[in-house]
């Protein structure tokens, strides 16, 4: 890798190219790291290499209470996933699309 940080739409693209191809883990993966990046670029939590995405939620619930739940859930199928050893689906890559638009859609006034 070129160490370089991708933007937000970069994950979605490759979230989407993971999904066509079935790849639905890959795909739930890239697109939580849509939703981070997201966060962290609309300065809801300062980027911070190696949080997990349970910090991410707890961090960015926290700034922005909206948002908590939708972020809890994103990661609780993310952790079941790759840590969990649930087998991801459409139906799981759904809801990480589904976070993703309501984080971008959600006024994020930080407290």
């Given amino acids: 890798g070129t160490g370089r940080v991708l ?3 970069e994950h979605r693209a490759l979230a989407e190219q993971a999904a066509s191809a079935g790849r639905w883990a890959d795909a739930v993966r890239e697109r939580l790291r849509a939703v981070v ?3 962290e670029a609309r300065g809801v939590i300062e980027s911070r290499p190696g949080r997990t995405a349970g910090e991410v939620a707890r961090d960015a619930g926290a700034a922005v209470p909206s ?3 939708d ?3 994103a990661t609780t199928v993310f952790d079941e996933i790759w840590y969990g050893g649930r087998t991801a689906d459409a139906a799981s890559y759904a809801v990480l699309v589904e976070v993703d638009g309501r984080v971008g859609n959600a006024r994020l006034v930080v407290a």
């Fill in 7 to 9: 933007t937000a739409d």
């Fill in 37 to 39: 990046r997201e966060l």
């Fill in 67 to 69: 948002i908590g739940p």
């Fill in 71 to 73: 972020l809890r859930h």
